[in-house]
């Protein structure tokens, strides 16, 4: 089979476990991108977060953000396409966090907006590469929401029952933390959108991913791999499983699979 777009999900597969970004990795990429092979980033990251990487790549393609809430040519800046939600949807979320002085966050395509920030959220921020915009009232943001946090770190509770709009889901479930998304941001979601762009077929994409939120695109593509980092259940939806992130796996499924050299 000749696959002509690959998938590569960011933490745990294209990075290390130190974060860093491999040579062998670097190196395959550019060798794609050179045999006109289309690369497609898909991260559960923000915007922001992968501007290093794409620096370091030279990277010119497509970024699935925010776990398929939106997608971004890394060219041109623009969202070429987008499954979001309005700030009015999560009003009784803001408020409740207002009331009980609760971190809570709206990202959007390219920006994080807080109303207040605590000195831990600020640690946090600046140790995850998160550049926030603080602002008078979210509720009169206009730009569309792609992630919407509450990071309850000193445990006040009292919102957590508060009723979820059926045109949402939450992502991250934890009793003092909840990341909340529209219902079809998706990796393959997005991807599908890039795919048609493209006129490529699912058949004719790998997709590699190391966790539970690459599933659905390990599923989707043609060839899904999991890296030997992931948990075992990853593992078993996987076509195939290469080696972990700290032992090159993107490099070694890439040439297995593309440049057919036998492993």
Not at 55 to 72: M, P, Q, R, S
Not at 117 to 129: L, T, V
Not at 159 to 164: C, E, F, G, I
């Amino acid at each position: 089979m000749k696959y002509k777009l690959v998938v590569l999900d960011v933490d745990g597969t294209l990075l290390n476990s130190q974060g860093g970004l491999p040579k062998r990795h670097k190196q395959i990429i550019q060798r794609l991108q050179s045999s006109g092979i289309q690369i497609v980033l898909a991260t559960g990251r923000y915007y922001m977060q992968t501007t290093e990487i794409i620096n370091e790549l030279n990277y010119e393609g497509f970024l699935v953000t925010n776990d398929g809430a939106a997608v971004i040519d890394s060219k041109s800046k623009l969202v070429v396409h987008e499954n979001s939600f309005s700030i009015n949807e999560v009003s009784h979320y803001i408020k409740a966090c207002r009331s009980r002085n609760i971190q809570c966050a709206a990202v959007t395509a390219f920006y994080y907006y807080v109303e207040s920030i605590s000195e831990e959220h600020k640690r946090n921020c600046r140790e995850y590469g998160v550049d926030y915009i603080l602002c008078d009232d979210l509720l009169n943001l206009t730009e569309s929401v792609m992630k919407f946090s509450i990071m309850d770190t000193s445990k006040v509770g009292g919102w957590q029952d508060l009723a979820l709009s059926t045109n949402l889901r939450i992502r991250i479930d934890g009793e003092y933390w909840k990341e909340i998304l529209q219902c079809n941001a998706t990796k393959t979601n997005g991807l599908k959108a890039i795919l048609n762009k493209l006129n490529i077929k699912a058949s004719e994409m790998i997709a590699i991913g190391d966790y539970y939120n690459d599933l659905d695109m390990i599923d989707f593509a043609g060839m899904g791999i999991a890296m030997g980092n992931a948990p075992e259940d990853v593992k078993s939806r996987a076509n195939d499983v290469t080696c972990s992130n700290d032992e090159d796996g993107v490099y070694h499924s890439i040439m297995k699979h593309v440049y057919s050299y036998n492993y």
